[in-house]
């Protein structure tokens, strides 16, 4: 979530439908880390009742968060070199070490001493143009890189800077208006980007829409006339460089895993279904096969009601029907409707 | 020279004010203009290839491909190798009426109570909202400007998209009256009180049949009421909402019931009879499991939303893309919309492109944004296809408009006014292209 400046770390998962948790990783991939800024970070959009007592409340807490967080880390991880060293030389002199005292392990400030040894990446969720410029100078000055900025609708107005701190950028491609800071967001952005020489990618928070991010990155040919190639790119090779996986996904090559989808059409074009979804040479969706499996579930359910009306009129004893909702995390200001049995998280919770 | 410096003046500011004040409405289009060889989509089916439209003072006077162009100094604009589409029409939208739905000052959807029969989204409808011409660049032309609400929440206008003011933006004013019905699915209580269950967790609280059936029949008993009162010729005391219902009352206004469940549904079939209303059912993503029930009735729908989730578990996981082949095929009338409240209505044709990779034809899907959008909204006697004595609203696009790694919009035309497609995105695309220096390969690549 986009709460909190340093939100926490992620995970980077395959999806194989039906694995559990541990199973769904994805081996060997690096670990990353979630940043925010701008609006969310400070409650800009949520209602507490008597306002926002938190800090930060403003960009300019927002920074000094970053400030704060890196200063202490460096100290931390000076305080445990000196530790280390001074341990080593009684080790060396074989003295006994009665006296010295381990720093307090502190985890919060690991992660950030990860991140300062290019252990741990960051991505940042971000929008205007002086907080990401804000976040590149607190990074060049503490000495860490911001890996990737996502979302970054306002990416194109510092395409330059990021491209000299070193940065992926990964954006939304036509969603805006929904609050201030995507005021000025626009759909030739990842264009934009691209053309300037980063790595780009698409992507989008919406659960729905992310099943149609070949579409989404579709739309960088109609603003901003990006080949097809280079819009499939925006979902496949150019993410997995992101992530430092690209040697393992991102493209169909000898040795790489065999993460692999049959369209019947470009899937650029809005024409396009996937027929088979294939992840380590494992097909997880066949679409005949999916229809013929939707075909048996009807078959049941209609088998199903069949027999509760006749335990109905038999007298048995019934309870009035409750449909099963799902609950889900959404991001509930970009009112996107997920079905009348999808719950909104934020609804759930008051 | 003077002019070619306005002309450096004009540019200048069109690249630093994005504001758009400087897209101007068209004024209106007066004598005859031809548009030549291209392909015509006409909306109702049916394709012209290598046609012609003949546009005079703002209507369609001729479309075919047996045309005579004058020779002389004739208004001609050759589309050659590109495609002809009616104006796209959104069927359900606030545009105007919410400029940043986070910021409740520039919100005028949604008005307090439940029962506004008197109120009218119209006069909230801001021309000079920075949405509308981003929406306008995608081809849609006109709109649907409905408001929200819990209940009975007032009447909707269609609006044609390149106006000073609401007066003249109005294509029909107060056309339809929206009722938002309430859930007839028990839904479980949250949080501290209730905790997220189900029936096992306490069963459902309340019986939402029940409850959503009385608030129907009290608005039986309104509309009865109303009814009774229309039809006196002078009154003791005047009540204005139940003024407010008689248009609606004597069929003049489309009755829109905002609903998604089958139950919903069936009760808005039921409750149309007593008062022979012209019913459209909106959001309707249930409408494919009684596709045949709304057809017997002659019930129209407008589909909110093709780029969703399946709504139960059992729904197969393509179903909202495949709905509105489900109602083609029963022959029910309908219209593809969006479910956002803006700005992703310029997404409208995408949304009917998904329908033709779920089963629909291409001219049946652009008539679900276009022809069919205009009868379920009541306006298909003014616009909505290309045809003779209807407005010139239509659109140029060098590739398949339901395809967005196609679809171009290069002009568009509303009332024969030739509109200016700039908007504050390509503006500001413009000036952080002239600061990376990204202006060659744009003209080596136009968009």
Redesign the interface.
């Given at each position: 979530m986009a709460a909190n400046p340093i939100g926490g770390q992620s995970q980077l998962i395959k999806l194989r439908w039906g694995a559990n948790a541990e199973d769904l990783k994805f081996n060997g991939a690096d670990g990353f880390i979630k940043f925010a800024l701008g609006e969310n970070v400070k409650r800009?959009?949520f209602n507490i009742p008597g306002g926002n007592t938190r800090y930060p409340d403003t960009r300019m807490g927002v920074e000094q968060v970053f400030v704060d967080a890196f200063t202490r880390a460096k100290d931390y991880q000076k305080e445990w070199d000196a530790y280390n060293s001074e341990k080593e030389k009684l080790v060396k002199a074989k003295k006994p070490l009665t006296g010295l005292n381990a720093p307090r392990k502190d985890l919060e400030l690991e992660a950030l001493v990860e991140i300062l040894n290019n252990k741990r990446f960051i991505t940042c969720h971000s929008y205007v143009q002086s907080e990401i410029t804000g976040l590149i100078e607190v990074a060049d000055r503490m000495g860490f890189k911001v890996n990737t900025f996502t979302h970054i609708l306002e990416g194109?107005?510092v395409?330059?800077k990021m491209l000299k701190h070193g940065a992926n950028a990964s954006t939304f491609s036509?969603?805006?208006?929904?609050?201030?800071e995507v005021?000025?967001a626009?759909?030739?952005n990842a264009a934009?980007l691209h053309?300037?020489g980063l790595n780009v990618a698409i992507n989008s928070d919406d659960?729905?829409?992310a099943r149609?991010l070949n579409?989404e990155a579709?739309?960088t040919?109609?603003?901003?006339?990006l080949s097809?190639e280079e819009?499939l790119n925006l979902v496949t090779i150019n993410p997995a460089k992101m992530l430092h996986v690209a040697d393992k996904v991102g493209s169909i090559k000898v040795g790489k895993d065999a993460d692999v989808v049959v369209w019947s059409d470009?899937p650029?074009?809005?024409?396009?279904?996937s027929l088979f979804t294939i992840v380590d040479g494992t097909v997880y969706f066949d679409r005949e096969k999916?229809?013929q499996m939707?075909k048996e579930?009807?078959l049941e359910?209609a088998r199903l009601i069949k027999k509760l009306i006749g335990e109905k009129r038999s007298g048995s004893f019934t309870?009035?029907?409750?449909?099963?909702?799902?609950?889900m995390h959404t991001c509930s200001?970009h009112?996107?409707?997920?079905?009348?049995?999808?719950?909104d998280t934020d609804?759930?919770?008051? | 020279m003077k002019k070619i410096f306005f002309i450096i003046i004009t540019v200048a500011f069109a690249a630093t004010c994005f504001s758009q004040a400087n897209v101007l409405p068209a004024p209106a289009q007066k004598g005859v203009m031809y548009v030549t060889h291209a392909t015509i989509h006409v909306g109702n089916g049916k394709v012209i290839e290598n046609g012609t439209i003949v546009v005079r003072d703002g209507k369609i006077e001729k479309v075919g491909n047996d045309i005579n162009i004058p020779s002389g100094d004739a208004n001609v604009i050759d589309a050659k190798g590109k495609q002809i589409y009616p104006g796209l029409i959104l069927p359900t939208s606030a545009l105007g009426l919410i400029e940043m739905s986070s910021i409740k000052a520039t919100t005028d959807a949604r008005e307090m109570g439940d029962m506004n029969p008197e109120v009218r989204s119209i006069v909230a409808y801001n021309t000079d909202s920075k949405v509308i011409n981003t929406l306008r660049s995608n081809g849609i032309l006109a709109a649907n400007i409905v408001p929200q609400g819990s209940f009975l929440a007032g009447s909707s206008s269609v609006v044609q998209l390149d106006a000073w003011t609401w007066t003249d933006a109005s294509l029909q004013t107060d056309a339809g009256m929206h009722l938002y019905m309430p859930s007839m699915i028990s839904r479980p209580s949250f949080g501290r009180f209730g905790g997220f269950g189900g029936p096992s967790a306490g069963g459902p609280a309340s019986d939402p049949v029940k409850e959503g059936m009385e608030k129907i029949d009290k608005l039986k008993t309104f509309f009865r009421e109303a009814k009774a009162y229309n039809a006196q010729s002078t009154h003791e005391e005047t009540n204005l909402k139940y003024a407010a219902v008689k248009n609606l009352l004597e069929g003049k206004q489309k009755f829109y019931v905002h609903a998604n469940q089958v139950k919903q549904m069936l009760v808005a079939i039921d409750f149309v009879k007593e008062f022979g209303l012209d019913v459209v059912i909106v959001g309707a993503s249930e409408s494919w499991q009684i596709a045949d029930l709304l057809k017997k009735h002659n019930v129209s729908v407008i589909l909110q939303q093709m780029h969703s989730l399946p709504t139960s578990n059992d729904d197969a996981v393509d179903q909202p893309y495949k709905s509105a082949a489900a109602l083609q095929k029963a022959g029910v009338t309908f219209a593809i919309s969006d479910d956002d409240t803006q700005t992703r209505g310029r997404n409208l044709a995408f949304n009917a492109g998904t329908a033709v990779t779920y089963g629909l034809t291409k001219e049946e899907a652009l008539a679900a944004i276009t022809l069919n959008a205009a009868k379920v909204m009541g306006v298909a006697d003014k616009t909505g296809s290309i045809e003779v004595g209807k407005e010139a609203n239509f659109i140029i696009s060098s590739g398949d408009i339901l395809d967005m790694s196609t679809s171009n919009v290069t002009d568009a035309f509303i009332q024969g006014r030739k509109i200016n497609l700039d908007d504050k995105q390509k503006q500001l695309t413009n000036r952080y292209e002239e600061k990376y220096n990204l202006k060659k390969e744009k003209e080596k690549k136009p968009f």
């Open positions: 800009s959009n194109y107005k395409a330059d036509d969603w805006w208006a929904y609050k201030v005021e000025d626009i759909p030739y934009i053309k300037t659960a729905e829409m149609r579409q579709a739309k040919m109609k603003y901003g006339g097809a819009a470009s650029v074009s809005i024409y396009a279904k999916d229809e939707q579930v009807a359910k309870v009035p029907p409750m449909p099963t909702y799902s609950i200001e009112g996107h409707s997920h079905g009348m049995l999808v719950i609804d759930a919770n008051y | -």
